[in-house]
């Protein structure tokens, strides 16, 4: 029986000893951390949206870097066959908005506790607090695993599944980059990803806990657009953020390490300009005789009114029936473009993926091996492959794990024969 040592515990890392032991390996999870799933547990703030029930072809649409290297290990693994395995192993699901999925119960512990009971009935054995420091080869093929405390352990196969960088308090240290890279590995540079932005206008971070519901925003670099959507998002004390801003990271994320950019909200994408002038109009007239500071109050969250103010350049304290045609257009102008400067995003800490990792193109797609070193099998987001949220970064998790273990089996047999 080929022994297989997978290093971390995560989601990839799971499902990959789960595949292998249920094909008739011998697996073994080594993980750091006191407990399996450490980063799962906080996914989807502590909820787990486990993958998306889209149409499977639609996955693809939403993997930002590398899609065409996903193809093998969707179409082998899809999110349809993610919800049945979770299902059959005794975890109702939900679809709630935007084809998200989730356990009923919204408690990610409870995907971790059928993993954990699925891992056990296959057999896996799982090595908790335990820190692997190397991987050896002999003649281009992995040999053995060393421990921190110096121990070596002999493998016929090792699937590194130890994760990026973001969440460091999860123990996400980069440690299985280190690893794959003195194996001879390139290593595209791990940044942060699904992330808050900084901003440079104080006037923003004014707003801070400001949350903002059907507005558009997009994002430019000179007159280039980068980003489109609509949504919702927040004002913090350094930037902005929620979920408008978190999947634009992903999108501009090269371009934002070289230059800044401009954002743009329209804060009412449903009215024209024409359409947004009438209505201002109407108002002012109910309030004709009121300053102009007090007249917008219905227009604006009652913490945005002072910062549109101060940007229309209409005097607050001017009557309402006295502001100019030109002074209006200010405010529609304001109202349709409120624009800022983006300098940065913020670091791992608050990132929810890492972009970057193990350079694909020295990974068979059809099996996750190494094209470098025999037996050596990579999954998960220590991969350089990364998605929107909804769900999609967990999909490439157990898509990658699942055709990781399976290959390892397939792999030893080949040997054999």
């Known amino acids: ?243 408008l801003f978190i999947s634009a990271s992903s999108k501009v994320n090269d371009a934002i390490m070289r230059e800044n950019l401009t954002a743009e909200i329209d804060l009412k994408p449903a009215l024209t300009e024409d359409k947004l002038d009438a209505r201002i109009l109407r108002d002012f007239e109910e309030n004709k005789n009121r300053k102009f500071l007090n007249a917008v109050s219905k227009l604006y969250p009652a913490k945005l009114v002072p910062v549109i103010v101060r940007l229309s350049e209409i005097a607050p304290e001017k009557k309402v029936n006295e502001i100019t045609l030109k002074e209006r257009r200010s405010l529609v102008h304001c109202t349709k473009h409120f624009t800022f400067t983006l300098t940065g995003l913020r670091g791992f800490e608050e990132a929810i993926i890492t972009r970057g990792g193990i350079d694909t193109k020295e990974v068979n797609p059809s099996t996750m091996e190494s094209k470098l070193v025999k037996n050596l099998y990579f999954a998960g987001e220590v991969l350089d492959v990364d998605a929107l949220t909804g769900g999609f970064n967990l999909q490439i998790a157990w898509s990658t794990g699942y055709l990781a273990g399976i290959s390892v089996k397939d792999k030893q047999e080949e040997q054999e024969k």
């Open 1 to 243: 029986m080929s022994k297989v040592i997978v290093i971390g515990g995560g989601p990839a890392g799971m499902f990959a000893a789960l595949a292998a032991a249920r094909a008739g390996c011998r697996a073994v999870i080594c993980e750091k951390n006191e407990k399996l799933g450490k980063k799962l547990f906080i996914t989807g703030k502590g909820r787990c949206n486990l993958t998306n029930a889209c149409e499977t072809d639609e996955v693809f649409e939403n993997v930002v870097r590398n899609r065409k290297f996903m193809y093998s290990a969707v179409y082998g693994f899809d999110n349809f066959r993610v919800m049945d395995y979770f299902e059959s192993s005794g975890l109702p699901l939900k679809t709630e908005r935007g084809g998200r999925v989730f356990p009923c119960s919204d408690h990610s512990s409870d995907v971790i506790g059928a993993l954990s009971r699925d891992l056990k009935k296959a057999g896996v054995e799982i090595r908790l607090h335990t820190k692997v420091e190397a991987i050896e080869s002999e003649d281009g093929k992995v040999s053995h695993v060393v421990f921190a405390d110096g121990m070596r352990e002999r493998a016929d196969a090792v699937i590194l599944a130890t994760g990026g960088c973001s969440y460091p308090s999860t123990g996400s240290d980069g440690d299985g980059y280190r690893f794959a890279e003195k194996l001879g590995h390139h290593i595209e540079p791990p940044r942060p990803s699904l992330v808050p932005f900084t901003v440079r206008e104080d006037y923003v971070k004014e707003l801070m806990g400001l949350s903002l519901k059907n507005v558009a925003v997009t994002i430019w670099r000179g007159k280039k657009k980068l980003f489109s959507e609509f949504g919702e998002m927040l004002f913090t004390h350094f930037g902005v953020s929620g979920p």
